[in-house]
């Protein structure tokens, strides 16, 4: 059986992709899954077996075995080896046999995207040919936040984009669940901040919001997919939904007007109101109770309208109390201008702010997430004529969202302080799955290079080349997409 002549399109691009001589390995009724009997890996199993059943029509059977147990001809099988990096792993197809050894359950999952992608249609199923893939990520947080507060997508919507996230070995879903035009999150502790304003959207549209047991079923749902959830409530400014709700929370006692424009700064809270700090204790505990991760994200972006000072005793209110619910703090750039504990995640977005204080709290111990608005807002139109997203950040076209380098776009950062790359998509004028996807892809694919794989293994024409064979997977999933002119869409599969 001839090779295809076609080449492997994988994206994010490995560390080391061999291709080997051979007959493929085909998906048939006789294929098995093997994996180990831990609970993260039974988990991985079944969805492996899933996949690969959906894609070649057969039932694929899942069976657990003993670490000695060995593999035989028709296995897919799933091993973690505790002396890698979590994060891993090694592939290997031969004629009669796949192996997918990672150094956790995270890695045998982006070890899994990788199979996925060298699979191929033939004669009616699926075969993978010959190829021994060595891989690692370079960053620890691969993420996309997503802005359900301007306007709302759901659990149904959000599942979509955690199955995108995890075929590009993504594994940071972060959630702005609290801006001015509604809160998205129901909180045992603060009924009334669902009730009041979870129901409002940007322009009148329709809201929306979780319940904590539909939070926790996505929050699971993404887990077993290899994506951690960070929840952000946004604080101190970027709060009319709270002070629509609680009117304790203002100055006058009453509560705001609901507000549905996408003007941003004019909220806030205030330091010296006795309400102000038990709301964040409640808040954030609460939303820690949901979360399993290790993250919480408290905003702190865009608070125009207070003295330093105040801006700084908030912060840490709020970092305080994610601190005592047990969760470690992430916060917009802006935070760095306050006094903050090492290890503090603080997410770079505005490429027009002075970039000292970042520096400077990265020097303290602060850790980097890299966000540049003129590269990861996606967001962003492609060019003048996109009709859907914003333009502060200017045009971003695909080899914009891919060209650039996390570590080194701040000069003077020290040397691993950069934790990771996340893209951001706000939905100020986006309302539906179609809108959303329209806007992450392909600059997705780009951003999850970019956090994934070595500088000295990126290149614009090879990823071009590459990420031109996803359009049709794009198209058989049903994702709406942009058809970059700065890519030949029209490949042959093979
Ligand atoms: C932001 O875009 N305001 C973080």
Redesign the pocket.
């Given at each position: 059986m001839p090779a295809p002549s076609t080449p492997l399109r994988l994206v994010p691009a490995p560390r080391l992709v061999e291709e080997r001589a051979g007959a493929p390995f085909v998906v048939t009724a006789s294929t098995t899954v093997t994996v180990g009997t831990s609970p993260a890996e039974v988990s991985l199993g079944v969805l492996a077996a899933e996949a690969l059943s959906r894609v070649s029509g057969t039932t694929v059977e899942v069976r657990y075995r003993d670490v000695a147990e060995p593999t035989q001809p028709g296995d897919v099988a799933l091993r973690v080896d505790g002396s890698m990096a979590a994060e891993a792993y090694r592939l290997d197809v031969v004629t009669d046999l796949v192996e997918v050894v990672a150094g956790s359950p995270d890695g045998l999952m982006c070890g899994l995207a990788t199979l996925h992608q060298v699979l191929r249609p033939h004669e009616g199923t699926f075969a993978a040919w010959p190829v021994h893939v060595d891989d690692e990520p370079v960053h620890a947080w691969r993420g996309l936040s997503v802005d359900v507060a301007r306007h709302f997508f759901g659990p149904d919507d959000l599942r979509v984009v955690v199955q995108l996230m995890s075929a590009y070995k993504m594994n940071v879903l972060h959630l702005h669940l609290s801006d001015d035009q509604g809160w998205r999150l129901d909180l045992p502790s603060r009924p009334e901040l669902a009730a009041r304003s979870g129901g409002t959207a940007v322009d009148g549209d329709p809201g929306g919001w979780f319940t904590t047991e539909e939070f926790s079923a996505l929050v699971a749902y993404a887990q077993a997919r290899g994506v951690r959830v960070v929840p952000e409530i946004d604080v101190p400014g970027h709060v009319n939904a709270a002070l629509h709700a609680y009117g304790e929370l203002t100055p006058s006692g009453e509560p705001t007007e609901a507000y549905t424009g996408i003007e941003?700064g004019f909220s806030r809270l205030h330091a010296d109101l006795p309400a102000t700090e038990p709301f964040l204790r409640d808040v954030f505990g609460d939303v820690a109770a949901v979360t399993p991760g290790e993250y919480v994200h408290i905003g702190g972006?865009?608070v125009l309208t207070m003295e330093r000072e105040e801006y700084a005793r908030l912060v840490a209110m709020a970092s305080d109390a994610v601190r005592a619910a047990g969760k470690q703090v992430v916060g917009?750039?802006e935070i760095a201008t306050t006094p903050l504990e090492p290890g503090t995640v603080v997410?770079y977005?505005?490429t027009r702010m002075d970039p000292a204080p970042l520096v400077a709290a990265a020097k303290a111990g602060a850790r980097l997430l890299m966000s540049p608005?003129s590269r990861a807002?996606l967001d962003m139109k492609y060019d003048a004529d996109t009709a859907l997203g914003l333009e502060w950040a200017g045009h971003i076209e695909l080899r914009d969202a891919y060209e650039w380098e996390p570590t080194t776009l701040v000069p003077g950062l020290p040397e691993g302080s950069v934790i990771g790359v996340e893209a951001?998509v706000?939905t100020e004028t986006l309302r539906s799955i179609d809108d959303l996807m329209t806007m992450l892809l392909p600059r997705l694919a780009a951003v999850a290079e970019v956090a994934w794989t070595p500088k000295e293994r990126r290149d614009w024409d090879d990823f071009a080349a590459r990420v031109a064979g996803h359009g049709p997977y794009w198209d058989a999933e049903g994702l709406a997409w942009y058809p970059s002119p700065q890519v030949d869409w029209h490949v042959d599969l093979g």
């Open positions: 941003v972006d865009e917009w750039q997410q977005w505005d608005g807002y951001t706000w």
